[in-house]
């Protein structure tokens, strides 16, 4: 239920106040070169602390617990984890009979009789996103030949992101955003026809962000409002290389060597200190909520590392799995 993948599979655990988040990834090569230190630049990059952010600033120091020795992976479950320090709890006694609109709340409060840990969003919390992070730096080693970008291309609907965060903390509001994701170097042939298409098993991971509500590749929904003549990617070499790129670098569900180029839509944070209507689960009225408490202005803000991450996490396991089938 927590777990992805074919080859390498990924494991994510924890809770957002509870001891610890990290992740399980199983079915490694052994051998890759790993230390505490290869971590530090995504870590950071997924950090709070700037404009926009939320104020929970944590330290992030990833403990390699198991399947790692003397600097190398052992093929054994690696297991990586962080410790919360940086919790307020308090924040969330209210919330415990009063859900958030927009977050996890309420259907967590259904699905698990009321056992869910409620404090910070629980298992269902943008900090689960650390142990993407993790697993995607060690992806990122398994497909040494693939380099991968993301970055926010707007928030809120605007370039100028800063003035963008800076309006809706005025007013007491969040934004949303676009992360854009663009990796080169794939190999042809990775991803299958139909349900394991590149695209899906990319999407599949997408959505396992907190707060993605939408993903598109190469023109994608653009691509309804062109004729064939327009979007169609004209073949200018023997390596496949093509004049455009409308596809995202995919076609029947597999890789075709040009760059891999796709979006994701962030939505708006749900808490915000603006008062909006909920229902309070125990007087099963409904009532004003105003949220308190630490939260991004912006998630969007943050989630480009983790765009990469999981474009990582997706091609590792398709190019294993992809060997493994040629080796057949
Ligand atoms: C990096 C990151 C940070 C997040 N920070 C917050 C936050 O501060 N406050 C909040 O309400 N939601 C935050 N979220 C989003 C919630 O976790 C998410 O909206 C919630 O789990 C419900 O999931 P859904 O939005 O996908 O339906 C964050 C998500 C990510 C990826
Ligand atoms: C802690 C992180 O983000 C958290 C994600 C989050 C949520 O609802 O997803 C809500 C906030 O939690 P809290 O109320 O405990 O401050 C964020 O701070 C993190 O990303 O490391």
């Known amino acids: 239920m927590n777990t992805f993948g074919r080859i390498v599979r990924v494991s994510i655990f924890g809770e957002s106040h509870g001891a610890m988040v990290g992740v399980t990834i199983d079915g490694l090569p052994h051998g890759i070169k790993l230390n505490a230190d290869d971590f530090t630049d995504d870590l950071a990059r997924r950090r709070a602390g700037a404009i926009g952010t939320t104020p929970r600033v944590e330290g992030d120091i990833p403990e390699i617990a198991t399947g790692w020795f003397n600097g190398y992976t052992t093929g054994a479950p690696l297991t990586i984890l962080f ?56 992806a990122k080693k398994v497909i040494p030949q693939v380099s991968i970008e993301a970055r926010l291309i707007e928030a809120g609907g605007k370039t100028n992101i800063d003035e963008a965060i800076a309006e809706a903390q005025k007013q007491n509001d969040s934004i949303g955003g676009i992360v854009e994701c663009v990796a080169t170097g794939i190999p042809i042939g990775l991803g299958e026809p139909f349900f394991d298409s590149a695209e899906s098993v990319i999407s599949h991971l997408a ?3 907190p707060a993605v509500k939408g993903i598109e590749f190469g023109s994608g929904f653009a691509a309804s409002r062109m004729r064939g003549s327009e979007h169609n990617d004209l073949i200018t070499d023997s390596s496949g290389s093509t004049a455009t790129n409308h596809a995202g670098g995919i076609n029947g569900g597999i890789t075709n060597g040009n760059p891999l180029v796709f979006r994701i839509a962030v ?29 991004d202005t912006c998630i969007a803000l943050r989630v480009p590392v983790v765009a990469e991450a999981i474009t990582a996490i997706a091609l590792a396991d398709l190019l294993l799995t992809e060997r493994a089938r040629k080796n057949r």
Not at 93 to 112: C, E, I, M, N, Q
Not at 283 to 295: D, M, Y
């Open 83 to 138: 410790r919360n320090e940086n919790t307020k709890s308090g924040d969330y006694d209210k919330l415990k009979d009063v859900p958030r609109p927009g977050h996890s709340d309420f259907v967590a409060y259904h699905k698990f009789d009321g056992y869910n840990d409620y404090r910070g969003g629980g298992h269902f919390s943008g900090r689960l996103t650390l142990g993407l992070v993790a697993a995607g730096v060690v």
């Open 207 to 209: 959505f396992s962000i």
């Open 267 to 295: 939505k708006p944070t749900s808490s915000i200190a603006k008062p909006q209507q909920t229902l309070n689960l125990k007087t099963r009225k409904t009532e004003s909520l105003t949220v308190q408490g630490r939260h």
